[in-house]
């Protein structure tokens, strides 16, 4: 794709979302089902690696990525909102 060829629909790969519709179903994710699931569960905390362990070096293959974790809660920055919850509570 290329601007001078498609000016309307800049980014037709994510399905047409502008970048605020995809802000905003980043920060419902973390809202309604995040957030939801620890008011549930009565949690304090949770707890997740932030990435896969490191690999070994391959020359021949590259790198060997094989998860992430820390997608979801970086989405609606929940460790900030949480963060700055816990600080509220303390104080």
């Known amino acids: ?3 001078s060829r498609e ?3 800049p980014q037709p790969i994510f399905g047409g979302l502008t970048y ?4 905003a179903i980043d920060r419902n994710a973390g809202i309604n089902r995040i957030d939801a699931a620890i008011s ?3 949690l304090d905390a949770v707890v997740s690696a932030t990435d896969n ?3 070994a070096t391959d020359l021949i293959y590259g790198d060997h990525f094989i998860f992430w974790t820390s997608g979801l809660a970086a989405g609606p920055r929940i460790s900030h909102r949480r963060n ?3 600080r509220d509570s303390i104080q």
Not at 20 to 23: C, F, G, Q, R
Request: glycine content about 0%; hydrophobic content about 40%; aromatic content about 6%.
């Open 1 to 3: 794709m290329h601007l």
């Open 53 to 55: 362990p490191a690999w």
């Open 7 to 9: 000016p309307d629909d």
């Open 20 to 23: 605020n519709e995809a802000l």
């Open 84 to 86: 700055q919850l816990l």
């Open 40 to 42: 549930q569960s009565q």
